[in-house]
């Protein structure tokens, strides 16, 4: 196993950092390591907003759910579906681009390409040493996200990433078993296998819980799932989404 499956096998998201700022070799290190990976037909639909501004990341904060680390941590990055650009390649080269931006394909290429760099730019912080932690909080309220980040039509900021030095780690949180997310040539589609491998995993995070929090929490899975699932979250995406016109085909 080398350094690099090592830090990723070691992933686990971090809440708590000193009150330093990375310097802006580590930024561009982070950022150069996000644009490093690969992209689709070379479109590049994303872009990466560095959030220093103590107001600003504390209102982002604000907007995220009163998360504490929005506000306090070395950088904060909010990565962006961007497709803004591709509207002045059109003008430039005098090409009509609208039918092909506005399209489901291109929309989700933008959000595949954002998720790619993103993770590009967590596994580089974390090879530094750093920790880190996704925020999807700020698409609580977007329109007010668009504000302080002045973000212009076709950009929409898809999530953030916290990144600083920790000041406290936490246990790595058990994934799904290896045979419940690998499917071999098809889809296993049998009821039965599921239902045994949720059980055993339910027990598995229960019991993480419990060891962890000395048994003031015993939550299953599939119960923290479905109490979530149950409760409409951010309903009102698709509207968003195509005021700024993006996804309308």
């Known amino acids: 196993m080398n350094n690099v499956i090592e830090t990723i096998l070691n992933h686990r998201s971090l809440r708590h950092f000193e009150d330093k700022p990375l310097t802006n070799e580590q930024i561009r290190t982070i950022v150069s390591c996000a644009q ?3 992209t689709s037909s070379f479109i590049q639909a994303y872009s990466i907003i560095g959030v220093k501004d103590k107001e600003k990341k504390r209102k982002l904060a604000e907007l995220a759910g009163n998360q504490e680390y929005v506000e ?3 950088h904060f990055f909010v990565f962006c579906a961007d497709l803004f650009r591709h509207t002045l390649i059109g003008e430039k080269e005098q090409k009509d681009v ?3 931006i506005e399209s489901t394909e291109k929309f989700m290429v ?3 390409d954002a998720s790619l760099a993103a993770q590009n730019a967590a596994i580089a912080a974390e090879s530094l040493g750093l920790g880190i932690c996704y925020i999807g909080g700020i698409r609580n309220q977007l329109e007010e996200v668009q504000k302080v980040l002045k973000t212009p039509e076709r950009v929409i900021p898809l999530f953030g990433l916290a990144v600083g ?5 936490t246990d790595r949180k058990p994934r799904l078993p290896f045979e419940h997310i690998y499917h071999e040539d098809e889809y296993e589609q049998d009821p039965e296998i599921y239902d045994r491998q949720l059980e055993e995993y339910d027990d598995l ?3 993480y819980y419990n060891q962890r ?3 003031k929490r015993r939550d299953r899975w599939t119960e923290q799932m479905g109490k979530m699932l149950e409760k409409q979250n951010r309903m009102y995406m698709k509207e968003f989404i195509q005021k700024n016109k993006l996804d309308l085909r």
């Open 165 to 169: 030095y920790p000041t406290k780690q």
């Open 110 to 112: 933008s959000l595949i």
């Open 36 to 38: 490093s990976a690969s």
């Open 72 to 74: 306090k941590n070395g």
């Open 205 to 207: 995070i229960s019991n």
């Open 213 to 215: 929090t000395g048994g």
């Open 98 to 100: 609208s039918l092909s």
